[in-house]
């Protein structure tokens, strides 16, 4: 990409804004309600360090289903590919993020993959340690490498605000349970994976998460391989194939770089061997996804020729 | 029906308790399991008071669904037709009982009818009361008068084990909670709900409740309407439509009686006009319908020409 | 019924037709689309021969899914019940009419009841002749020995409509085939089906049909028996349970007579031992009942008393 | 890919021979069912000409689901992006390929991408011309064109034995034509459809054609652009999202090329930048891949690090 100019980037930024007029910020947690539809911010993160960026990149946005691949990349870490996908599938799903009628029709409950609600409460599920706590200070020493920033922190309010409103979590939870996919307490559960969806950064500290992803796994300015290749690409994989909802195919087509969205309105992308970029956009459009980041990413793939396809 | 000799009863008990080998005693709660499956007693009870009976019954089980119909009644006396069928359907449904997929895919999360769990608890929300304590109190008060036998009580063995276990209608709670269609803590409504299904009589009190049904809704010793017409009238006609679970079409054809299983082995009849049935058979067949007891009917229904159409 | 009077009747149809403004005429096959949507009439045959009505007799409509009831009659005497309901199940479905999902999920695409689209093409499959005319006839006789009238044939112009438009049926017939639950030509099946669903009638014509059903088979004049009793229960039952499309099971709570209708808008009742009913009113509603078809059943069970629960 | 040796992909495709026991011969189609399980030949075709192999590269296999891509690359060139994505989704879907299920729940009966049967029904309605003939013809010198062989030419047999027994994709057909999604007579759709799928060719043509997606639609031999750049790049897309029926997600995470593969055992590769890969071993696993083709691809990818994730 030979674009390194923040002026270049603010221009895109601008016209990409348009479209947030026809977007919406969710509202089913109330918390995320009060974001601003009209904010666009982005940074893209080169391995030589260098970062570029545009909009207002200081403010911060909770990560929700992002938080998706970071969590998957962990447990495969931590429990090994064979376990892991003995508990959830690999498959893309032409459903919606939250449904639960495929785990009933499909064979013994097992989500279809880690990028549905279903399949996240699985793998948030598998992370290793003692106590709630302890697992989600695990989760958060991980981001805190992979960002390389230290004051990454939760967001209290949100969190407290989706643990109180995460029904359909919940009924998630109690099917898989049934199913014997988990087997523990539901509660602890949920306030695990509501924790891990509200945890706060800014669109910077996005990019360089998915740098990281982008390099294979290796943090290019330490040259510490933070995360296995081979779990880097799974997660890659996995971005493209389900990492925008219901509307990953169409993106792939359209801009066919590995990305991962959130209702909070933030994607992080990872254009392999080349660089991390990191969005805020809370307006979003009909399938959950960032309207004007997903307009972004298309103006960036075209003039860049960034697809990997 | 001109039988009345408790001789010929139990030639047809003899008759039916052969299949029993072919079916299976509910296992998914565990202190059902310990049923016998050979077991099978059937009582019936006419308004004259006369009352035959055939095979142990003394014996005791728990209502499970079969307590789905009695909350229904309470319940359209406590909030009237309108409330009650703003918040559950009329309409049978071809999917097992337990199904939570059609409360996806039909709009917005109301369940089809009030004999499917989803449905049935829904009807437990809505049953009046202070506590759940009070609630469970009114409608034990409610069984004792339609048994008349104010030793009825619950099976606390069984309460306590299908409340730990009742991970697929907490799922469903939590479904109906996140579409509103309940507002109640979730493990008060299981709690209510696992009294209600470990409510605990022998088939003579199930055949005094099927009686009152079949009077439509008049106690035919005291004379007391103990249910207003429309209401016992509405109940019989969910026990022809969906009591059987979704082997209930097949069940109107062959036997033609209002009835309404439970997995424990439980059957209530209604022949209107004429009398109650109460049967207790625990091995099941395949849609969680006492084998024995279904096939007892069909004799009783031929021999004495008891289908309603 | 003490309503033997046509003003009462016609007192009657004047209030239900009041609602005609809130259904609609079914338009997907064209030829139907030209009713006029303000039309009510009704007939009831009594067995003593009398017959009332009110409204505009004369006027003619198709069967279409009334229909259904009589060739599954037919086919229960050509064939049996054992060979025909392993063709076809006997559970109602929630689905719409014309569904074919389910025969995907449920075990070999065999239809749930012989009241949805699915399984009617296979009743209709089943009526036994050496060619599409022969089983055509066969079907016609039957009729004209139902209704006691043999100038009643079918409409060429709506046969010939839904021939050309009947693409879902095709479809379903396909499916069928490829589950090898059907093994005829497609084209010839719908070819029959489409004559059988444009069988043209008036309603006093329907009601003497009705009034078999509704008597156990027998003609009530003649004395002898059309068709075999346990067949006319089990049309009476599947009219209980399915009759009235994914609306049957309010049908049943709200007036309780087994009854069956077609998206031409009429509506045949049987009120077992009593009366034959005919309506005829082609503005429908969202289920593809007529909409003051079903008032009218609604006051005159209220009336009279008619549920069957 | 520095393996440019016979014998070493020989090795590779022994290897990957042991696991054809455990696969099957597709034997719903009956001419395919004659297919001898324990094939298995490879050609890879490189942008310098040159072309490795092993197996018996001369065994002829019918295109069978691999034509799905070609057609849509026709399709994208004739009618454009536009035309095209209004008639045919571009989303996975975890549904078996000849699912009908979801054209149902889904808004009004558009396919959700091109690679499932419907949606490839509705692509190859899309292909232009006067009659099927020449429609046929069209494609045919297409894929003349892209193997750079005018040999290649339809399997009568398998032609016509999957015209008469394609009763599911006659019901897709006219599922969709209720839909308005195609108006063409079914008929002639199934005969262009089965006569697409029943083209014939050997791993060496295969594998030249995967070359000309991997070169992004030029030949590399002629320097022509075959295909415009943006058409083959969407093909690919496909590929990797939804070309391995609903085990593409896995297939991406183990093996990562855009690959198609069809029920007669043949799979199409094409290695971004690369080289285009050919194989043909019949033995299918139970989501109809070619169970050896997978495992031979799995080898080759790992020893040569190709997915492009």
């Known amino acids: 990409m030979p674009c390194r100019s923040n002026k270049e980037l603010n221009t895109m930024v601008i016209s990409a804004k348009e479209c947030t007029a026809k977007g919406k910020v969710a509202d089913y947690i109330p918390a995320l309600g009060k974001a601003n539809p009209h904010d666009l911010s982005i ?15 200081q403010k ?19 429990r090994g ?57 695990r989760l958060l020493s991980f981001i805190h490498e992979l960002a390389n920033d230290k004051t990454i ?49 800014n669109c910077l500290n996005l990019a360089r998460i998915g740098l990281v992803f982008a390099m294979d796994g290796r943090d290019p300015q330490s040259g510490r391989q933070i995360i296995p290749i081979d779990v880097a690409r799974i997660c890659k994989t996995f971005m493209v194939t389900c990492g925008m909802y219901n509307a990953s195919g169409e993106f792939a087509i359209k801009i066919g770089i590995p990305a991962k969205s959130g209702v909070s309105g933030g994607i992080m992308g990872s254009v392999p061997g080349k660089f991390g970029i990191g969005i805020f956009g809370p307006a979003l459009d009909e399938k959950g996804n960032s309207i004007a980041g997903i307009r972004l990413l298309e103006l960036l793939s075209k003039t860049y020729k960034l697809s990997m396809f």
Chains 1, 2, 3, 4 share one sequence.
Not at 43 to 57: M, N, Y
Not at 183 to 191: F, P, S, T, Y
């Open 81 to 137: 590919r064979g376990y892991v996908f003995e508990r959830v599938g690999m498959e893309p799903t032409g459903d919606p993020f939250n449904s639960i009628a495929k785990l009933e029709t499909m064979a013994p409950g097992k989500p279809l993959n880690p990028m549905i609600n279903a399949g996240a409460l699985v793998v948030t599920h598998m992370i290793k340690g003692t106590s709630v706590a302890d697992r989600f200070h």
């Open 43 to 57: 940074a893209i993160h080169f391995p030589d360090g260098e970062c570029i960026s545009a909009g207002d990149v």
């Open 153 to 201: 922190n939760l967001c209290e309010e949100v969190a407290s605000s989706e643990f109180e409103t995460a029904y359909l979590n919940r009924a998630l939870c109690f099917f898989l349970k049934q199913h014997q996919i988990i087997d523990e307490n539901v509660e602890e559960l949920i306030d695990l994976y509501t924790k891990q969806c509200s945890i706060e950064m």
């Open 60 to 78: 911060k946005f909770t990560l929700q289903s992002v938080s998706k691949v970071i969590s998957l990349a962990l447990v495969l870490m931590d």
